[in-house]
């Protein structure tokens, strides 16, 4: 009798609670997320990122703008600013498992295209809370530096400059329910700190309460005085790095014997940079795809680490080729890959996200050719909710209903 009382209250649990508890087990997988590309049709102007300094994205040759990439998005390229992209981007990330995303974010301080990939975060923001994802931010600290160079702040002011977007932060982002936390605090990345040195950053981030989680690059957790590390591809040199070399980065930055702190884990593609093309200045280096390889075996390592968060580098660096969102050249491979690993144990979860997987950027075409399918935005707007609420199969019958009409 009492086994059967055991096995009953098993059953229960694991048909009533199964998300509280298969939950707590997955690490929360989020992507690194680019805000800075402008479009000439949403923008008026294509803006540095797509161009660097020698190329045309107005000159157009089979069908494929010229762009400042050895890619091409599937989508196109697009404007970070538009509420179409940004909503194909979210729900192609809903569809494919990934939880959220962390922002690489230049502060609030106009200079260059500061202001505007600011305004485009905030854009995103609104995008992934609408598709109940997750989100943080990486703050770029070497922006201070630029700052001071082009007086923009006064040099000495650093600190305090920094002191204040950290408030912007923690008024703005840090109580939000869709933001990032562990352990009740706002997990916080600073991709380096390259201006702040010798603990700086920390002393900067307690200037707010709850004090953020402070994350860095590696090679400067101590220097930071950093809770704990995230990684990234790790080329330098203009050399290739082969698997090996990579692997034995992976090693040292999941060791817990020897670090003394923990790591966001990072999964990444591949890397071919467009510098030396595009601007004419030496190549960071190279990491091959391996067909695909590259990104399975960091995917593997990552969930294996047991890290809380994992992080994908990236969603969308076309100048690093970086990119996990579809492209021409890889399709939608590599977000069929994280696919298979979120759902591993559900295939039946597993199919029904795969059928769906290219639905987003049928629906982005449809909406930027709607003026001359003369739609109604109430039926484009239909498809959108089923996406957003899962129901793919309905999703799919409309797309196809609206698609011919053309």
């Given at each position: 009798m009492c086994c059967f009382r055991f096995s009953w209250v098993m059953l229960v649990l694991l048909f009533v609670l199964p998300d509280s508890i298969w939950?707590?087990?997955?690490?929360?997988?989020?992507?690194?997320?680019m805000p800075w590309f402008n479009s000439k049709p949403i923008s008026g102007d294509w803006g540095w990122h797509w161009k660097l300094k020698n190329r045309n994205p107005e000159k157009v040759v089979n069908g494929k703008h010229e762009i400042a990439s050895h890619?091409?998005?599937?989508?196109?390229?697009?404007?970070?600013?538009?509420?179409d992209a940004l909503e194909c981007h979210v729900l192609l990330m809903k569809i494919a498992g990934i939880n959220g995303v962390i922002i690489d974010w230049y502060g609030i301080k106009e200079h260059w295209d500061y202001g505007v990939n600011h305004q485009n975060t905030l854009a995103m923001i609104k995008a992934v809370k609408k598709a109940d994802l997750k989100y943080a931010i990486c703050y770029e600290d070497q922006t201070v530096g630029h700052l001071i160079k082009a007086k923009k702040?006064?040099?000495?002011?650093?600190?305090?400059?920094?002191?204040?977007?950290?408030?912007?932060?923690?008024e703005h982002c840090f109580s939000d329910a869709n933001y990032v936390k562990l352990n009740g605090r706002p997990v916080l990345l600073v991709f380096g700190p390259q201006y702040f040195e010798d603990g700086q950053m920390?002393?900067?981030?307690?200037?707010?309460?709850?004090?953020?989680l402070l994350y860095a690059l590696p090679h400067l957790v101590s220097k930071a005085n950093a809770d704990g590390a995230f990684g990234w591809p790790p080329v330098s040199g203009g050399k290739e790095i082969d698997p090996k070399q990579w692997n034995d980065y992976l090693d040292r930055l999941y060791r817990p014997n020897q670090n003394s702190y923990?790591?966001?884990?990072?999964?990444?593609?591949?890397?071919?940079d467009y510098y030396q093309e595009g601007e004419g200045r030496p190549s960071f280096g190279s990491i091959s795809s391996q067909n695909g390889q590259t990104l399975d075996t960091t995917l593997q390592r990552a969930w294996e680490s047991k890290s809380e968060i994992i992080q994908i580098a990236t969603w969308n660096d076309y100048g690093e080729g970086t990119m996990v969102e579809p492209t021409r050249e890889f399709g939608y491979q590599f977000l069929k890959s994280i696919q298979r690993q979120v759902y591993s144990q559900d295939r039946e979860r597993?199919?029904?996200?795969?059928?769906a997987l290219e639905?987003?950027?049928?629906?982005?075409?449809l909406q930027k050719r709607q003026a001359n399918l003369q739609l109604r935005a109430v039926e484009i707007e239909k498809v959108s909710q089923l996406l957003?609420?899962?129901?793919?199969?309905?999703?799919?019958?409309e797309l196809r209903r609206l698609e011919s009409l053309n």
């Open positions: 939950s707590q087990e997955k690490p929360l997988v989020l992507t690194h997320y890619y091409y998005p599937l989508m196109g390229p697009y404007d970070s600013s538009d509420s702040i006064e040099d000495g002011d650093g600190v305090e400059h920094a002191r204040n977007v950290i408030r912007y932060l923690a920390r002393e900067i981030c307690k200037s707010v309460n709850p004090t953020p923990p790591a966001i884990a990072t999964v990444f593609p591949q890397f071919h597993l199919k029904s996200q795969r059928l639905l987003p950027i049928r629906l982005y075409k957003f609420d899962g129901k793919y199969q309905l999703a799919e019958a």
